[in-house]
């Protein structure tokens, strides 16, 4: 990627890092990508702005790993201290597939359940997907391979396909 002052629709505050391996790709409707302070995006990492012109905002000491991909969609807002482990895909948005008579590439998309909304200190575990309209809330935690449908409170620990609660964090494990 080119230096990113040439490019308007992203910021990355100082002390980021965006690997040059790393794939952000413009957007066509004015999507803005902003990495905030200290944050990483790890080689192989993509945030391609497509799917609706919401804007991707990734906060303080966020860790992209590889392989995850972001799309902007109906927007991503992550706080501060969010970890992506490998493979995490964010999907703030969903082809429309109603009809019979059009070929899904060519029905657009369904209308915004408001984006995905990280609060501060999350961790998503490898090749995790989560959807238009979850909300994870502060401190909470996602189990590997999860699929996200729902809102997730604060300091939860959820897991599975889709992810349901699976205890609060600081309770011991008991399986």
Known sequence: MSHPDD????????GAVVHPLALIEP???GTLIEIGPHSRIYA?????AIGGSGDVIIGEHCHIN????????NGI????AVLLAPGVMLVPSNHSFARL???VLH?????????????????IGANSVVLD????????????????????????IWAGTPAVFVRHRGEPQTD
């Open 7 to 14: 490019h308007p629709f992203l910021r990355v505050a100082e």
């Open 27 to 29: 957007s066509e409707r």
């Open 44 to 48: 192989f990492a993509v945030i391609k």
């Open 66 to 73: 590889s392989h995850c991909v972001l799309y902007s969609g």
């Open 77 to 80: 807002k992550m706080g501060n």
């Open 101 to 103: 008579d059009v070929p």
């Open 107 to 123: 029905q657009g998309f369904m209308p915004s359940r408001g984006g995905i909304v990280i609060e501060d200190d999350v961790w």
């Open 133 to 156: 309209g979850v909300t994870i809330g502060r401190g909470a935690i996602i189990g590997a391979g999860s699929v996200v449908n729902k809102p997730v409170p604060a300091n939860e």
